[in-house]
Nanobody, 122 residues
Framework: QVQLVESGGGLVQAGGSLRLSCAAS????????MGWFRQAPGKEREFVAA????????SYAGSMKGRFTISRDYAKHMVYLQMNSLKPEDTADYYC???????????????WGQGTQVTVSS
């Protein structure tokens, strides 16, 4: 079992930055692919970014590429999402998740945090 706890959400103006954090515990952190997803009101949950368990290979959804950066700290069992040049359409609840598969599909992520809210004002 892996427990995930996100933090770092909040209210920011368009063009601003936020860094989300995800603390992992209870499992073999270094063996999981870690991902960030988001869900806006009335919309489906969507993939944001993911980072591999070994080597730190990353992948991003197209609209986030170049603005968001995912990273992980193996020693601290932490995953981060640095979000720059934020837009009002980035407003959503952001979730950290862990998977044993190389996937962008939320269906294959086994463990989820409770989410942290990000609001970007125009």
């Amino acid at each position: 079992q892996v427990q995930l706890v996100e933090s770092g959400g909040g209210l920011v103006q368009a063009g601003g930055s936020l860094r989300l954090s995800c603390a992992a515990s209870g499992g073999s952190f270094s063996t999981y692919r870690m991902g960030w997803f988001r869900q806006a009101p009335g919309k489906e949950r969507e993939f944001v970014a993911a980072i591999s368990p070994i080597g730190g290979s990353t992948s991003y959804a197209g609209s986030m590429k170049g603005r968001f950066t995912i990273s992980r700290d193996y020693a601290k069992h932490m995953v981060y999402l640095q979000m720059n040049s934020l837009k009002p359409e980035d407003t959503a609840d952001y979730y950290c998740a862990a998977s044993r598969f190389v996937t962008m599909s939320s269906k294959f992520y086994d463990y989820w945090g409770q989410g942290t809210q990000v609001t970007v004002s125009s």
